[in-house]
């Protein structure tokens, strides 16, 4: 069974940084892309953060929410099934669960997972 877990979030003061992890637990297969979403209280899913992967010439193509970008850099080692989002200059509006997706292609079809998330807080 393939999980992703997620690690890194917590409390952080205005203008701090994180570093959240996530893992692909088990055998999981041409992983095309990983990336983060977030959702805060009362608000939609919002896509924070994509990178591409799988050999493909776009390989390492990475896209961000306008929101983050300049403050956060999403990174993966495929050595490890590992995605990172380093997040700088946090702001309160931050504050939001952050859960890790990976896709995974085959057979033509492309096969959407996530995490349970990990609680990202923002505030003085």
């Known amino acids: 069974q393939v999980q992703l877990v997620e690690s890194g979030g917590g409390l952080v003061q205005p203008g701090g940084s994180l570093r959240l992890s996530c893992e692909v637990k088990?055998?999981?297969?041409?992983?095309?892309?990983m990336g983060w979403y977030r959702q805060a209280p009362g608000k939609e899913f919002e896509l924070v953060a994509r990178?591409?992967?799988?050999?493909?010439?776009?390989?390492?193509?990475?896209n961000y929410a306008d929101s983050v970008k300049g403050r956060f850099t999403i990174s993966r080692d495929s050595g490890k099934d590992t995605a990172y989002l380093q997040m700088n200059s946090l702001k309160p509006e931050d504050t939001a669960r952050y859960y890790c997706?990976?896709?995974?292609?085959?057979?033509?079809?492309?096969?959407?997972?996530w995490g349970e998330g990990t609680q990202v807080t923002v505030s003085s």
């Open positions: 997706t990976a896709d995974q292609r085959y057979s033509g079809e492309t096969y959407p997972y």
């Open positions: 990178i591409t992967s799988g050999g493909s010439a776009n390989d390492g193509t990475t």
């Open positions: 088990g055998s999981m297969f041409n992983i095309v892309a």
